[in-house]
């Protein structure tokens, strides 16, 4: 057992190759769109919006399809069942995702530059707790909106979750959730650094 951990403390100290450091710098730039394009997609389809209404989730913002009409027209509908406005500023989520991903941006970045198998290991954690709570996040927020209506709402409807993932009908319409562009550059980050670890252990493995 000591063996083993000598060897596999060791490979976590290696340095990372040119290979490595190059699908690093890579993931550092996949990061950049994550800032620009939505990370998520709500539609919402029913008879009298057969086109849909549509609203998009960015890393700082909430925005509605149709220059932003969209997102009026659900705030409309939500207060007829009693559902809390939709607010942008209301969404803490929408201050500090941005931060937290550029602060990933720039550990990566040195781990590119000087960094081992042990740095990168610390970034792929930090970077899975980061997506694992900002999931819980969206679904925790989705679901104070759907369960806390007001009673004296127009229309009576019982407290729901709202899809997180996937495919829902609430009352007339139909919801669908999904990742829009920004989650798989997301998806590109974490590959190229899982590809970048295993070039550099494969060779420290190969050395030992």
């Known amino acids: 057992m000591p063996e083993i951990l000598r060897r596999l403390t060791a490979s976590l100290d290696q340095p990372l190759i040119a290979k490595s450091r190059v699908l690093v710098l890579l993931a550092v730039l996949a990061l950049v769109p994550t800032f620009f394009i939505p990370l998520w997609n709500m539609s919402f389809v029913a008879q009298q919006y057969p086109e849909g209404l549509e609203l998009y989730v960015y890393s700082h913002n909430l925005v509605g399809g149709d220059d932003g009409n969209d997102l009026t027209e659900i705030n409309v509908l939500n207060h007829y069942i009693g559902m809390a406005e939709l607010k942008p500023a209301d969404f803490t989520e ?22 081992t198998l042990r740095s990168l290991v610390d970034i792929v954690v930090i970077s899975l707790y980061f997506g694992a709570f900002s999931l819980w996040s969206f679904w925790y927020k989705l679901n104070y909106y759907g369960q806390h209506l007001d009673a004296k709402a127009s229309v009576n409807v019982e407290p729901f979750m709202p899809p997180v993932f996937g495919y829902k009908q609430v009352g007339q319409f139909d919801v669908w959730s999904y990742p829009s562009l920004g989650s798989y550059f997301f998806v590109v980050f974490g590959a190229l650094l899982v590809g970048a670890f295993w070039l550099t252990w494969r060779k420290s493995r190969l050395a030992l």
Request: glycine share 14%; hydrophobic share 70%; net charge positive.
């Open 94 to 115: 929408l201050k500090w995702i941005p931060l937290v991903v550029g602060l990933i941006g720039v550990l990566t970045l040195r781990v590119a530059a000087i960094g």
